[in-house]
């Protein structure tokens, strides 16, 4: 029997957000590809803003992002140079809350993250390559703590163009893919943080992207620039991992609309950069006063191109399992969009699962010994997407492998043809014929 695991390296950030459901606290992890961390020179080589969300499976069965199979999934993506997000929907893990009978809530969990996500990816800049010559003045270390910060500049929304410079994988297993089936277009949910208002969810999720972006180019930026006076040899060995925790909130507790279920407010701070990092730099601090100004707190005025966004699903719920978990309920039809007390012109944010997967190119992996859905359904189930008129979704079987991904050898099979299909993509593909 396979056994999933050596497991996931440190998150580079661990953080909180609050979902724009109610403002439920959701944790949440990044984690960067090994070239973010070398030199220059190979990370200018590899850098492009791609990046995947793996969502998790049924949090009442115990599913988080700790999950084995989400953690394999998300490694081998790693692996590709994309940077991975994963998040625990509300009840899973230390999220706050309990799971909701209708799966909207954590539809809108998914949002909340998604929103975040392709907000943190667009603030990332690419490493200084060492050839070049340093900066007059290098930044230091902090220890990130959250910012108190106001509101001023209003983020309008903007004609949205295909950004082919960013690729987005929005996946999940199990439970997880069920609720990433059901994800608006990802021009809808960057419309619900394109016009944030002060004290809002949105405006938080946005502040802490724009926040953890910038303190990472910030590190880099250093790193860059030490490694100009080390010898090669030095230039060889591995960074370490940067692993940084906090919660919180970047807005002053008065400008924040109050949640229905209390907020945490102690940062945890796990390890700072200055500690991962502290046999590789020796230089001189600054003052509090002095780092805390280095990140900017106001929000800015951003344009996000639209990614070029593919669907990833893991062992695919399909009805009567899917309904169940959702008490029958249609989970896209949720309220409208609400702006402030306006509806989006977009409408709702109800979108055909169906059309959805059709129009995007999407990947369905599941194995012929699923118990909870026969592999005759699902393949009957995947023909019938690929057969519609222009369908761009795709899907791949794999014998032997049950819904939980433990049999022998379903795990090699799994990671290869990920690695496969993220490749495929990476270099424009992914709107063949079924695989």
Not at 60 to 71: H, I, L, N, R, T
Not at 196 to 217: D, F, K, M
Not at 336 to 344: I, L, Y
Request: glycine letters at 8%; hydrophobic letters at 35%.
């Amino acid at each position: 029997m396979d056994q999933f695991g050596m497991g996931l390296r440190e998150p580079v950030f661990s953080f909180t957000i609050p979902s724009i459901h109610d403002d439920m606290v959701l944790d949440c992890r990044i984690y960067h590809p090994v070239h973010f961390l070398h030199d220059g020179h190979e990370a200018l080589s590899a850098w492009g803003k791609k990046g995947a969300i793996i969502a998790h499976p049924y949090a009442p069965f115990g599913g988080s992002y700790d999950d084995p199979v989400v953690e394999a999934v998300a490694t081998e993506i790693l692996k590709q140079g994309f940077v991975v997000g994963l998040f625990n929907f509300r009840g899973a893990g230390t999220s706050n809350g309990k799971t909701s009978w209708t799966a909207k809530p954590e539809l809108a969990d998914y949002i909340s993250f998604a929103g975040f996500f392709v907000h943190y990816l667009h603030g990332l800049e690419p490493p200084i390559s060492t050839s070049s010559p340093p900066p007059t003045r290098a930044l230091s270390d902090h220890t990130l703590t959250p910012i108190q910060s106001t509101l001023t500049v209003p983020r309008s929304p903007s004609d949205l163009s295909q950004d082919t410079s960013m690729i987005l994988i929005l996946g999940g297993y199990s439970y997880g893919s069920l609720i990433a089936s059901h994800l608006p277009p990802t021009k809808t949910i960057l419309e619900r943080f394109a016009d944030a208002a002060v004290g809002t969810a949105e405006a938080e999720i946005c502040l802490r992207a724009q926040h953890l972006s910038q303190q990472w180019n910030k590190e880099t930026q250093r790193d860059s620039i030490h490694r100009c006076g080390r010898s090669s040899h030095d230039r060889d060995i591995k960074n370490p991992s940067i692993s940084v925790a906090f919660g919180g909130e970047e807005t002053e507790p008065g400008s924040r609309r109050p949640s229905r279920e209390s907020r945490r407010s102690v940062d945890r701070v796990r390890k700072s950069f200055d500690e991962a990092r502290k046999h590789l730099s020796h230089h001189k601090r600054h003052s509090s006063e002095e780092e805390a100004a280095a990140i900017d707190p106001t929000l800015k005025a951003v344009n996000i191109p639209l990614p070029d966004t593919h669907y990833l699903l893991i062992s695919p719920l399909l009805p009567p399992t899917s309904t169940l978990l959702t008490c029958f309920s249609n989970i896209g039809a949720i309220e409208k969009w609400k702006h402030h007390g306006s509806q989006s012109a977009s409408g709702e944010l109800n979108t055909s699962c169906e059309s959805s997967l059709v129009s995007n190119p999407t990947m369905a992996i599941y194995g012929d010994h699923d118990v909870f859905i026969s592999h005759r359904k699902l393949r009957k189930w995947a023909e019938g997407l690929v057969n519609k008129p222009g369908s761009r979704f795709q899907f791949h079987e794999i014998a032997g492998a049950g819904h939980f991904w433990h049999e022998n050898g379903v795990e090699i099979q799994l990671r290869g043809f990920l690695k496969a299909w993220v490749q495929d993509l990476a270099r424009g593909g992914g709107n063949k014929p079924r695989i």
